[in-house]
């Protein structure tokens, strides 16, 4: 009885002992998130309820911020934009980064070599694929003039109708080989005996895609989800390069709008208001894809194989 009780104790105080080097070895990680994310974070939420200019000090003003830029005709038009932003591109952006890194999963040598063109925009600033795009889209000497095609709009960028599309289309060409990355990982971990077994029971390539494929990338579908759709409330700089927020407002979502805000309109408490609101967005948008997806519970995709 003693020898049986014995391991039973030492194992219990070696679990107790675990937790504080565990603790220990987050703790790096947990002070910098403190120092760099939620302090930094704090400080934009008590802002946001000051009036500031950038130059002299601030003043508490309480709630009049949040009113003033809640009623804002800009604060609404860039709220929906941001949807329509956030919408359009996980749209366009995740089944052709799901078939690219489907794609790109593959043996075949030419697939090595396609690799690495696609992953081309990866290595490229956004203010250098901004202003190549801007050249591309210019109706002086770009496409429009270049191409015999009486079809294509003379104004890519300087359209309201199609701009924030014309948007959408290059981020989505600079982002999309990043989640590429992402399921041609995913894929090359899916067994190979799947694969085989599927064969011999006579599935083409269609019915293997949809029927193990797509089931084994569902974790990681839901990984380039999340970072799909909060990271769209962050695109900034290619918007900024691009078109400024313009042909008027047809661009201005909400993280231009609050650069403008801030910076050229002087008004920090107000942008800082717009900030918490993106953050207050963002993090609904990722807790509501982990609630749905059931993230909180996942099993191995290998669970039930022998």
């Not at 008590?46 to 000090?57: E, K, T």
């Not at 694929?129 to 591309?136: C, H, P, R």
Request: positive net charge.
């Amino acid at each position: 009885m003693t020898q049986t009780a014995s391991p039973v104790r030492r194992g219990g105080t070696t679990g107790r002992r675990q937790k504080g080097p565990s603790f220990l070895m987050a703790l790096p990680a947990v002070l910098f998130f403190g120092v760099f994310a939620l302090i930094p974070l704090a400080g934009v939420v008590v802002l946001s309820f000051m009036s500031w200019d950038g130059l002299g000090s601030p003043s508490f003003v309480g709630l009049d911020n949040w009113f003033r830029i809640l009623e804002r005709d800009h604060t609404h038009n860039a709220l929906w934009l941001t949807f329509v932003f956030v919408t359009v591109s996980f749209i366009f952006q995740a089944p052709v980064a799901l078939l690219l890194g489907v794609f790109m999963a593959g043996a075949q040598k030419y697939r090595a070599f396609l690799s690495v063109l696609f992953f081309l925009p990866l290595l490229f600033s956004s203010v250098a694929v901004g202003l190549t795009f801007q050249a591309l889209f210019s109706p002086n000497y770009g496409i429009s003039t270049a191409l015999p095609f009486d079809w294509l709009p003379a104004q890519w960028l300087g359209n309201p109708d199609i701009a924030l599309y014309v948007v959408i289309f290059v981020v989505g060409w600079c982002f999309v080989p990043f989640h590429s990355l992402l399921y041609q990982a995913g894929v090359r971990q899916i067994p190979a005996s799947l694969y085989e077994a599927a064969t011999i029971d006579g599935a083409g390539r269609v019915r293997q895609f949809f029927s193990i494929t797509l089931p084994q990338l569902r974790y990681t579908a839901i990984t380039s989800s999340t970072l799909m759709l909060v990271g769209s409330l962050t695109y900034f700089d290619l918007v900024f390069v691009l078109t400024q927020g313009g042909p008027g407002s047809a661009t201005r979502i909400l993280p231009l709008d609050m650069y403008i805000t801030g910076f050229r309109n002087f008004d920090m408490g107000g942008a800082s208001v717009i900030a918490v609101i993106l953050v207050a967005v963002g993090l609904t948008l990722s807790l509501a894809l982990n609630k749905i997806s059931g993230s909180s519970r996942m099993e191995s995709d290998k669970a039930g194989m022998g």
